[in-house]
């Protein structure tokens, strides 16, 4: 059974730091994409960051200098170190593995966890 579980999120002041890990099973996950979205109220989701297999990195120009993404093959675990939160920060934040394999794609969603930035 492939699961995506999240964890780190929490309540922090402007200025502050998060990790959040989220540990993958049921996936061959050297092989994924992987990456961390967020979702705040009223919006749409949006990609915070990207890690692909090699270890190439993309990240949203509103996180850039700030977040950090990598990847621990032999935990199965994806993490996103976030620093200098601001309070637009703030949102539900999902993980996400990814891969397209023989003309197939496969695509799975961590629950998400919540993340407020506020004084």
């Known amino acids: 059974q492939e699961q995506l579980v999240e964890s780190g999120g929490g309540l922090v002041q402007p200025g502050g730091s998060l990790r959040l890990s989220c540990a993958a099973s049921g996936i061959n996950f050297s092989r994924y994409t992987l990456g961390w979205y967020r979702q705040a109220p009223g919006k749409q989701r949006e990609l915070v960051a990207t890690i692909t297999e090699g270890g190439s990195t993309n990240y949203a120009d509103s996180v850039k200098g700030r977040f950090t993404i990598s990847r621990d093959n032999a935990k199965s675990t994806v993490y996103l170190q976030m620093n200098s939160l601001k309070p637009e920060d703030t949102a539900v934040y999902y993980c996400?593995?990814?891969?397209?394999?023989?003309?197939?794609?496969?695509?799975?969603w961590g629950q998400g966890t919540q993340v407020t930035v506020s004084s």
């Open positions: 996400n593995a990814f891969r397209e394999f023989w003309g197939n794609n496969y695509n799975y």
